[in-house]
């Protein structure tokens, strides 16, 4: 009974501090509607509203005042602070994170005091300097001192993010070929995402709200931005519209929070799940991981025409050549890896050696064989992800060869353990199902690279869409199902993957950085593999990586199959 009564307390207490936060925006608001005649004649205002009236303080405030313009300004200086300010920050914060030199620690604490001092102490010297070079009353002349004193804020925080990344990361890469800069850009800044955004924000919300730089360096309207545009309305020399004053302290704001409510939605998304750990780097063109026994990882390198072994103590190996590009392997009951083989493909890249499209069965260190070319009268054009479902049958996606300008037909097939072979899905148009896992019902899953939508085949054959993913042009590739029945989709292009709800709901993403292909579960344990870049060359490319990360929950159980004279 004292637990309840205490949590109801702090409730109240909460709401309380909440309503006292809030009810002087909410006066604002009131005020930004009235007449000036009424606010001074009537105190507290009244609540009643008349559109012509808001319209027209509102139209005063964007138009007449110029505060439409003002905003344009301050997003041009927030903009172009903020990206030269990461840009220059970032690889010196790394450069203190990862090297030792003599006054490592001094030079940082200098370059964080420069924070500490008041910008009025340089405002005249700053004017001055600015009418020296030619940069006042321009956009420049905000710029340049904006970046100053940004500068060392977010270089400190950068390096508090780059510090929390061990070191072995680093060595690795290096292990693998990269240099200094490819380690910052192609490891490195996946993983510090959160802290690019955080940094990015202090420094916005400083830029958007200063106004002592913006009052000397700025004189002409065309460059003023809403901080100084907003003090004009205050002024001694005539009396103050309270009412449009109120309207301005309520548009101010709105575009900084709209901005924050972005921001801090996107670093919500990119902190779901833990930070991925790097297990392996200079891959070409990795998909379709599947785990053994021994807690090895097998996956396909499809620009090396081979399944590729991932050993528990490190350190990767060649386990089977089978010409082509083998697009992704499952795990059999039998000990053998079943293959998705495209023929040799991976967008305008051609194999060395192409083969039949087909589905393979290989052991280690044996030639691949051959199971089947043609299902149903329809011969396979580039078979991409494959499942086993609880049944024994082998699920597959045949999408054809990537290419939206000229697609191919779109079908789903299934092998099953006696070898026999059926069509489960026909699709009308192309949609390049790749990515294809099993729920626990028996149901069947699949994404679309084409519509960026993600489907299901019910174990009664109704079809149903769960929907697009978000983004301008999601390109979906691999998926892996969870323990709580949520799906796990991998974007190309959103660099991360898609938590969804079993309705489709989009419940939360994973940013993994470069382009995620596929991924699957090992109790908590999520692998994930990723290309590095897009498919857009016909030379092969070698920045494919192996992540790891611990997924609270983990994954549905994974089933193993066998197809042919070995099934039982």
């Known amino acids: 009974m004292k637990r ?163 070191q072995e990361i680093d060595d690795a890469a290096i292990m693998d070929g990269c240099t200094r800069f490819e380690v910052l850009w192609r490891v490195m800044l996946p993983m510090v995402r959160p802290g690019l955004v955080t940094a990015s924000l202090f420094g916005a919300i400083f830029i958007w709200n200063e106004f002592l730089v913006a009052l000397y360096v700025i004189d002409s309207r065309e460059f003023q931005t809403i901080a100084l545009g907003a003090a004009t309305l205050v002024s001694a020399q005539r009396p103050i519209d309270w009412n449009i004053a109120a309207a301005v302290g309520v548009v101010i704001p709105l575009r900084a929070a709209l901005h924050r409510a972005r921001t801090d939605s996107r670093s919500r998304e990119m902190n779901s799940g833990e930070t991925p750990v790097l297990v392996a780097s200079g891959l070409g063109w990795p998909e379709g991981p599947t785990v053994r026994p021994d807690g090895s990882v097998i996956f396909v390198e499809s620009y090396r025409s081979q399944l590729t072994v991932a050993e528990v103590g490190g350190g990767t190996r060649q386990f089977a050549y089978t010409a082509g590009a083998p697009n992704a392997c499952v795990l059999g009951s039998d000990g053998a890896l079943y293959v998705c083989q495209n023929g040799g493909t991976v967008g305008p890249w051609r194999a060395a050696e192409m083969t039949a499209p087909s589905i393979q069965r290989v052991r280690e260190g044996g030639a691949a064989e051959i199971l089947v070319t043609e299902i149903a009268g329809i011969a396979l054009n580039g078979p991409n992800d494959l499942v086993f479902h609880a049944d024994g049958r082998l699920i597959f996606t045949d999408p054809g060869t990537y290419n939206p300008d000229d697609p191919d037909p779109s079908y789903i097939f299934a092998i ?109 344990t999520m692998w994930v593999t990723d290309a590095g870049v897009l498919a857009v060359s016909t030379e092969p490319n070698y920045n494919g990586q192996l992540w790891r990360l611990r997924v609270p929950g983990g994954g549905a159980p994974t089933h193993h199959g066998t197809i042919g004279k070995d099934a039982e």
């Open 4 to 166: 309840r009564i205490g949590r109801a307390f702090a409730y109240l207490v909460l709401i309380m501090l909440g309503l006292a936060g809030i009810a002087p925006i909410v006066y604002l608001g009131v005020l930004s509607t009235k007449k000036r005649i009424e606010i001074l004649a009537q105190v507290p205002p009244t609540l009643d509203f008349k559109w012509a009236r808001i319209t027209k303080n509102y139209n005063e405030v964007l138009f007449s005042q110029g505060m439409l313009e003002f905003t344009v300004n301050s997003i041009i200086v927030v903009g172009a602070t903020t990206v030269l300010v990461l840009v220059i920050a970032t690889p010196a914060a790394y450069a203190f994170s990862r090297f030792r030199f003599r006054g490592n620690e001094n030079l940082a604490f200098t370059i964080l005091s420069m924070r500490f001092m008041p910008p009025v102490a340089i405002a005249i010297p700053l004017f001055l300097m600015m009418q020296w070079v030619g940069t006042h009353d321009s956009y420049l002349g905000l710029i340049l001192p904006y970046i100053a004193f940004s500068l060392p804020l977010v270089v400190w925080i950068m390096i508090g993010f780059f510090d929390e990344i061990p």
């Open 416 to 524: 099953a353990p006696d070898g026999s072979t059926s069509l489960l899905v026909d699709f009308p148009e192309p949609v390049f199902p790749n990515g294809v896992a099993v729920e626990a019902d028996g149901s069947i899953v699949w994404d679309e690279s084409y519509t960026g939508h993600v489907g299901r085949l019910r174990p009664d054959g109704i079809r149903e869409d769960l929907g697009r993913m978000p983004g301008e042009n999601p390109i979906l590739d691999g998926m892996t199902v969870g323990a709580d029945g949520r799906l796990y989709v991998t974007d190309l292009v959103a660099g991360g993957m898609f938590v969804l709800r079993p309705d489709g709901t989009v419940d939360g993403f994973i940013d993994c950085g470069g382009a995620p292909t596929n991924c699957v579960f090992d109790g908590e």
